[in-house]
């Protein structure tokens, strides 16, 4: 079974070895941030990988001067307006990171410069990622005035841990690719002149490999995030929450203006 490319415009596909597929965030001209469809894109895509039997290994990777830029504004205003566009990216957030665990084929990321919001999920819930030393990786939720749902509850404490998962989605701190190496956020850093190589190297390695020893291996590691399934998914909520309420108007308003934003320090909690 193959599917339709057609279906997604947002992004593009090639295959850069013998039964690798490599999919490339393509909004170049906006950093590769996602809109509405495009977020809906990525999510289904993975089901459409996990069936189609050509395809053996994924790379996921941004078009342009980067990985990608999260989500535009026109999706967060939509998603402060209007409680049924909250509902839908709820759903789509959750099973864009399910969609991502459960493909059973083993998947590949590239990245370089800012890698933030829903390219972020995809880039550090792939089976190995590889970053450049320039790649600027953060979670940014906080700064616009939504807790860090995502992806970040369900792997980030398992894969550089509690302490300084906290430190960076708490605070927004950015993460170069090289120090996400060294915390083991990422598999592994390569200068940017390699990072194409790299990937399909071990892309291939993947697609060359025993397939049913290499994705039931991956079965059997995910159930680590499985097992984190629950707070993930208090996360998602609570970040939708968060769009109805007055820190993220301000943060919105704060990013368009290109200033720091001003939080109420007053809170019912």
């Known amino acids: 079974m193959s599917f339709d490319f057609s279906e997604y415009d947002q992004l593009s596909f ?13 909004r170049p001209e906006r950093l590769n941030a996602l809109d509405s469809e495009g977020h809906r894109q990525l999510t289904e895509i993975w089901r459409a990988v996990d069936k189609d039997q050509s395809i053996s290994a994924v790379i996921i990777r941004g078009a342009g001067r980067g990985f990608s830029a999260g989500g535009d504004f026109e999706m967060i205003e939509e998603l402060i307006e209007d409680f049924d566009a909250r509902a839908r ?13 459960n493909c059973g084929k083993p998947i590949v990321s590239a990245i370089h410069g800012p890698a933030v919001g829903a390219g972020l999920v995809a880039a550090l819930l792939a089976d190995i990622s590889i970053a450049t030393p320039n790649a600027k990786i953060v979670d940014g939720h906080t700064r616009l005035g939504v807790a860090a749902g995502d992806h970040a509850a369900i792997i980030w404490p398992l894969l550089c841990g509690m302490a300084r998962a906290k430190y960076h989605l708490l605070l927004c701190e950015p993460m170069t690719g090289e120090r996400a190496a060294e915390v083991g956020l990422v598999s592994l850093c390569v200068d940017e002149a390699d990072l194409e190589a790299k990937s399909i190297e071990i892309a291939s390695r993947l697609a060359g490999g025993a397939p049913n020893a290499i994705r039931w291996t991956k079965y059997a590691m995910n159930n680590w995030l499985r097992m984190a399934g629950p707070s993930f998914d208090v996360s998602t909520a609570l970040e939708m929450l968060g769009f109805t309420g007055p820190e993220v108007v301000e943060g919105l308003a704060s990013h368009r203006e290109k200033r720091a934003p001003v939080f109420s320090p007053n809170s019912p909690l």
């Open 89 to 101: 990216l709820w759903r789509e957030t959750r099973d864009l990171v399910y969609n991502i665990i």
């Open 14 to 26: 090639d295959h850069p070895a013998e039964g690798v597929l490599r999919i490339t965030l393509n």
